[in-house]
C-alpha cells in the first residue's frame, strides 16, 4: 500500500480524489500496488464525504507521518505551497504538483533539493493540463535536440480569441462570456495579461534547455488590446491570432522566450486548436514538428495528469526520475529587442491611404505590404513590416506616430 | 559505458547510428552513461563508415556478446527478426524495436518473455514513427480509462489523400508521385491496402486494452477504391477522407477495431493532418480527446524514437519498465457486422435521381440524405445512409445493386 497525502482540497485536489476513487482497481494494477489517501490538507470544513475523516488542518499531520510518501501539492500560488513542498522534500517525501507558479518560480531549486534527497519532483499537471507533455519532452523526445517550442497554453485566452474570430464578439463581450462559464475568473488579468502561458512556457522552456528561466525575464503580452478589426486583418492575411508562448534556442546559445498574440497561418496545426483546448508544438532537430493537443484545464484532465506523477512516483520509489534542470544563469534569455520580427500594423490617419504612404516612408516601400480589410475603415490601413528588429520597428512605429499616424495594432507574425 | 547492438542496417538502422553520432554528448547526459554501438548485424558491406570495424554477419558474436545489454531490431519484417529478438529476451538483452510487424504478430509473447527475465522490451517507433505515443498511452494517460482511438497512422496514404484532396490528382497519379518521392515502395500494397495502418492499430489497442489482438482478427479496408468523385462528394459532405484505424471499447467489454478510409470533419484535428503527416487521437474518460501529431516515419523521426528507448533502456536496466499487455482471448474483438454504422454511398443508374429514388426506397426516405456534387455527373447519385448495422448495410446496398442500380463507393462517416 502507498499512502499519500493531498495539499487542497479545490478543483485539482477534489478532481485527484475523484480520479483515485473511480479508477481505484486499474489504478492499483498500473502502479502494482494500491494507493491510498491518507491526509488531506483544507482549512475547509467538508462534511458528508466518503473520506471526510481524512482531513486535516494541520500540515504537521503530514509531515509528521512517515507512512505518506507522496504528497500531492494542489493549493496553487507561492506561499504556503512552496514552503510545504520544500519542507516535503527535506523529510523523505516525493512531490507531485500541479503548481505552475510554484514550477515556474522555484523548479530549479526544488528539481535540486529532490535530487539531493533522492525523491521525485513531478509536475506534468502544470503544463497543458491533461495533455502529457512533460515527460514526451523529457523521455520520448529525449534523443532530440529541441530546437523551439510554440504553444496555445492558456485555454481562457484562447477561448475568448475564438469567440472573437469565429462569432464576431469583441474582446469584452467573450471575456464576460468566458466567465459567465467558468472559465475565466473574476480577476481574468493573470490569464488575459498572458501571466499564466508565460508561467507555462517558462516550464517547457527550463525543461527543453536545461537552464531554468524565470518569469521575469519573459517579454509578455497579453490579449487585452486585440481588437475585432486585428481579426479581419489576420483573416485577410491568411490566419488566425493565437496567444502564443514561444522560446527557441539561437546560434548563440541564448534563448529567445515571448508570450505574445501572434497571427497563426491557417495551415499551421496551431491554427485549428480553438476554444479552451491548448497545443502544444515542439520541434527538435531530428523528429522535425510534434504537437501535443488536448484539453489544457478543468478538473478532470489535470487531475488525470496528477495522478499519472502519482503512479509513476509510486512505480519508482527506489528509483528516481531523471527530471532536472540547472538554476538559471545570466545572459541565457536573449535580449528581446535584437530579434527579428515580421509584424502586422494597423494604423490610422486622415485617410487609410495616408498612414500607409507614411509607412511605406519610414519602412521602405519593398518591406511594406499592404493588406485590404474585409470590412474597411476608411482611415485605416493594415500592412505587414518584415525586415525589422524589435527595437527598430518599435523605433519605425514612434517615427511613424511623431508624423501624426496613429499606431493601433502591432500583432507578430509567427513561422509555425 | 552502456553497449548495444543494431540489428540491420537499413533506413532505420543507418539512422540509430547517425543520432547516436550526432547526439552523443546529450545522450551520454540523458542516460546517465554513455552508450557505445559494439556490434551492428548486417548481410551486406559497410566500407569507409567510422563504424565499418562493428559490422559482423553472425548472430551469434552479438548474442554470445556479455557485454552488449541491449539489442536494437531494425531489421523489419517477421523472421529473422522474431527469431533473433527471442533469443536475445532468452539471453539477458533487453531490445528495443521499430519493428511494428513484429510487434502487431508477437507483442504478446516478447512482452511475456521480457517480464518473465526482467528485462525490457520497447517499441516506440513502431507506431507514429517520431510521434511519442506509446509511452504517452503506458504512463501519461495511465490514470484514465481510453475509450477510443483513432489514426492516422500511414504517411504514404496519408500524402496520396492528401494529394487527391488538394491538387484533383487520381489515386494513380499521387500513388506514382509518391513512390517517385520515396514515400511508397514499388510493391505498394502494404500501405495502400491498409495492412501498415492495421499493424500499428493492433499495437495501439493491446497497449490502450491490455489484450492482445492480432492484424487477423481485424476488419482492413484500404484506400485502392478511392476516386475523385468520392473526394468531392467528402468535400460537399463538410470534410475529407482520410485512412483511419480505430478502436473503440464497448459496454460489453468487446473492442470495435477496423481500419478503413472515413469521411472525416472539417472541424476535426484530424482532418487537418495531411502530406506524410500521421495523427492519432486519444479519448480517456477523464482527460478528454487528447492529439498526437507529427512525421509518421523516416529515417531520423523513427531513428529518435528507437534512441529514446535505448535511452530509457540504459537509465532502467535495473527496473523493468512496465510494458505489458495479456494474449488475445476469444470473443475480445467484435464482430464488425453488428456495429453501427454511418455511410457515404455513391451510386449510378440510369439517372442520378433514379438511383437516389431507389436508395430512398429501400433504406426509407428518412434515413438517406443526398449529397449534391461540386461537379455532378448526371447518372450518379452521392448519399449519407444513417441508422444500419454494418450487416445491414451489406445487405441493402445488394438490394440496391439487384434493382440494376451500380454501387460505385461505400465509404464509412467518422464521429471525430
Chains 1, 2 share one sequence.
Not at 514552503?83 to 535540486?112: F, I, M, P, Q
Not at 503580452?221 to 485577410?236: C, Y
Amino acid at each position: 500500500m502507498a499512502y499519500i497525502a493531498v495539499l487542497g482540497h479545490g478543483v485539482v485536489g477534489s478532481g485527484v480524489l475523484e480520479v483515485l476513487t473511480i479508477h481505484t482497481e486499474s489504478i492499483a494494477k498500473r502502479a502494482k500496488e494500491r494507493i491510498e489517501v491518507k491526509r488531506i490538507l483544507d482549512l475547509r470544513e467538508f462534511p458528508g464525504l466518503a473520506y471526510s475523516g481524512c482531513f486535516t488542518k494541520d500540515f504537521a499531520d503530514i509531515l509528521s507521518d512517515a507512512e505518506i510518501g507522496i504528497v500531492v501539492e494542489c493549493m496553487g500560488g507561492l506561499h504556503p505551497a512552496y514552503d510545504y513542498v520544500r519542507a516535503c522534500l527535506e523529510n523523505g517525501k516525493s512531490v507531485v504538483t500541479s503548481n505552475k507558479e510554484l514550477v515556474a518560480e522555484k523548479g530549479a531549486e526544488l528539481l535540486a533539493l529532490a535530487q539531493k534527497n533522492n525523491l521525485n519532483f513531478l509536475f506534468e499537471a502544470s503544463v497543458g493540463g491533461g495533455i502529457p507533455i512533460i515527460r514526451p519532452i523529457s523521455q520520448c523526445l529525449a534523443a532530440n535536440e529541441v530546437s523551439e517550442i510554440a504553444g496555445i497554453l492558456n485555454g481562457t485566452t484562447n477561448f475568448i480569441l475564438t469567440k472573437m474570430i469565429r462569432e464576431h464578439m469583441d474582446f469584452s463581450q467573450a471575456l464576460k462570456l468566458a466567465q459567465e462559464l467558468g472559465y475565466a475568473e473574476r480577476d481574468p488579468s493573470a490569464d488575459v495579461e498572458g501571466t499564466d502561458a508565460c508561467r507555462k512556457i517558462c516550464i517547457l522552456a527550463s525543461l527543453a534547455f536545461g537552464t531554468h528561466v524565470y518569469p521575469n525575464c519573459v517579454y509578455t503580452e497579453g490579449i487585452t488590446g486585440v481588437t475585432l478589426e486585428d481579426v479581419d486583418f489576420a483573416d485577410v492575411w491568411g490566419g488566425v491570432i493565437k496567444l502564443i508562448g514561444s522560446v527557441k534556442r539561437l546560434e548563440n546559445g541564448q534563448v529567445h522566450i515571448m508570450v505574445c498574440p501572434m497571427f497563426v497561418h491557417r495551415g499551421s496545426q496551431l491554427a485549428s486548436v480553438d476554444d479552451v483546448f491548448n497545443g502544444i508544438l515542439v520541434r527538435g532537430d531530428v523528429t522535425g514538428d510534434v504537437v501535443f493537443y488536448g484539453k489544457g484545464a478543468g478538473k478532470l484532465p489535470t487531475a488525470s495528469a496528477v495522478v499519472a506523477d502519482v503512479i509513476d512516483c509510486v512505480k519508482h520509489m527506489a528509483a528516481r526520475k531523471y527530471l532536472f534542470w540547472e538554476d538559471a544563469k545570466p545572459g541565457f534569455v536573449a535580449d528581446p529587442n535584437v530579434a527579428e520580427v515580421t509584424a502586422y500594423v494597423r494604423a490610422s490617419a486622415e485617410t487609410g491611404d495616408a498612414a500607409f504612404t507614411a509607412a511605406q516612408e519610414i519602412f521602405g516601400g519593398e518591406n511594406v505590404k499592404r493588406l485590404l480589410a474585409n470590412t474597411p475603415k476608411p482611415e485605416e490601413a493594415g500592412f505587414v513590416v518584415d525586415g525589422e528588429t524589435e527595437a527598430s520597428l518599435a523605433e519605425k512605429l514612434g517615427a511613424l506616430a511623431a508624423r501624426g499616424v496613429r499606431v493601433e495594432s502591432r500583432i507578430r507574425i509567427s513561422d509555425y
